[in-house]
């Protein structure tokens, strides 16, 4: 009872660790995913892009998620040499306990080989001087015999747990080679995007005249899609107000606040560009335009899909971001930018997930431009995201 107590203490006592190394390898396991769609974005952006920016945004982005993933496997380790440490010191405690065993059972045997013959043992039991005497020679006997058999089996289980326990060392020993070979790996890509980061910054210093005609040709390009996407909303929303709302654009309205910082993302990618006013990332006096949402570098041909239930009210064309859908959700909207396909029409209800279109490939970016509003006012789309 008291060994199956110790049993169930045990398995109590690790089910936070066993919790905690699960964990982990999720994370771990999401972090690679991150760093390898990354690199899939560099390695197509690094021969079409003209935004060195861009392709800046997307190696820091790595550098940053490949930091996150070193810094992940340090923990791994360090957790998997805490084991190994506890496995030695149980594989010690487990191998005194067995020589300590077959010590007593070594006492027992030769105890049992004195009393071997039959007929010593009855000599040996009648011989008592009282009825007394012989009672105890008798169970003194029996329970040398009983004890032989008990040691004997405790010392098969306690080498069969030695045995288990040297297996377990082993696999933690195998399995801390290759986090180490891993852990490795990942310092030398760290070390690789670094370098690759310096390269970037290098050529934008060295081609400063260049970059910054590009920044204030694409300054223009937002300027105009922040003025004609501002006359859009402001219209629908005229529109919205100028009749009552009904009660399915309520609820609609509070599902939309109730699921903040719960709403998909609207393609899979990494974000590059954040909302609002932001320096360029080298030439620290140079003002980017304001960004009224924010930019996720995706895959070639990726899907969108929309992030909540709502109407499309709109589809429009903009130079330089090409097809647009405006969705309405009650008196929140959503817009979605650089599409090459579009899926749906002005007027069809979405529902969360639908595919609205793909996102296409400009200047050799791959991105899509979302931004989120309150009725007229715009709104930082990543806190209402998961992400």
């Not at 709302?245 to 393609?267: D, H, I, R």
């Not at 969108?304 to 709109?314: A, K, L, R, T």
């Not at 396909?341 to 002005?346: A, D, I, L, Q």
Request: aromatic fraction near 6%; charge should be positive; proline fraction near 2%.
């Amino acid at each position: 009872m008291k060994r199956f107590a110790a049993i169930c203490l045990a398995l109590v006592l690790s089910l936070p660790l066993c919790m905690g190394q699960n964990q982990q390898r999720k994370e771990i396991e999401r972090l690679q995913k991150e760093i390898e769609a990354i690199d899939a974005q560099i390695k197509a952006n690094d021969s079409k892009s003209a935004d060195a920016a861009a392709r800046l945004a997307l190696v820091r982005s790595k550098i940053g998620s490949t930091k996150q993933l070193v810094s992940q496997s340090e923990k791994e380790l360090k957790s998997i040499d805490s084991q190994i440490r506890s496995t030695r010191k149980e594989l010690a405690e487990t191998q005194e306990k067995l020589d300590n065993s077959l010590a007593y059972y070594e006492s027992l045997v030769k105890s049992a080989y004195i009393s071997r013959d039959v007929r010593f043992r009855f000599l040996y039991i009648l011989s008592g001087k009282s009825l007394s005497q012989i009672v105890r020679r008798f169970d003194y006997l029996r329970s040398a015999s009983d004890n032989l058999r008990a040691e004997a089996e405790s010392i098969s289980r306690t080498k069969l747990e030695l045995e288990q326990r040297q297996a377990s060392l082993d696999s933690l020993k195998t399995q801390s080679s290759l986090v180490f070979k891993r852990h490795k790996a990942e310092l030398q890509s760290l070390n690789k995007a670094e370098s690759k980061e310096q390269q970037i910054v290098k050529d934008l210093k060295n081609n400063k005249k260049k970059y910054q005609a590009e920044i204030k040709n694409k300054k223009k390009q937002i300027e105009q899609l922040n003025k004609k996407i501002a006359e859009i909303i402001a219209a629908q929303e005229a529109k919205r107000k100028s009749k009552t709302p009904s009660e399915y654009e309520k609820a609609l309205s509070k599902e939309f606040l109730a699921g903040k910082g719960k709403l998909p993302m609207p393609v899979d990618g990494t974000v590059v560009g954040f909302y609002g006013k932001h320096k360029h990332p080298v030439y620290k006096n140079v003002d980017l335009p304001f960004n009224n949402g924010i930019n996720i570098s995706t895959a070639a041909d990726a899907k969108v899909h929309s992030v909540f239930e709502g109407v499309v009210s709109q589809i429009v064309v903009m130079p330089g971001y090409n097809q647009c859908v405006l969705l309405q959700h009650g008196e929140y909207f959503t817009f979605y930018c650089k599409l090459k396909n579009v899926n749906v029409k002005s007027g069809d209800k979405v529902w969360a997930g639908d595919v609205l279109g793909t996102v296409d490939t400009i200047a050799g970016e791959t991105q899509l431009h979302f931004q989120l509003w309150k009725g007229t006012s715009s709104q930082d789309p990543l806190p209402w995201l998961e992400h």
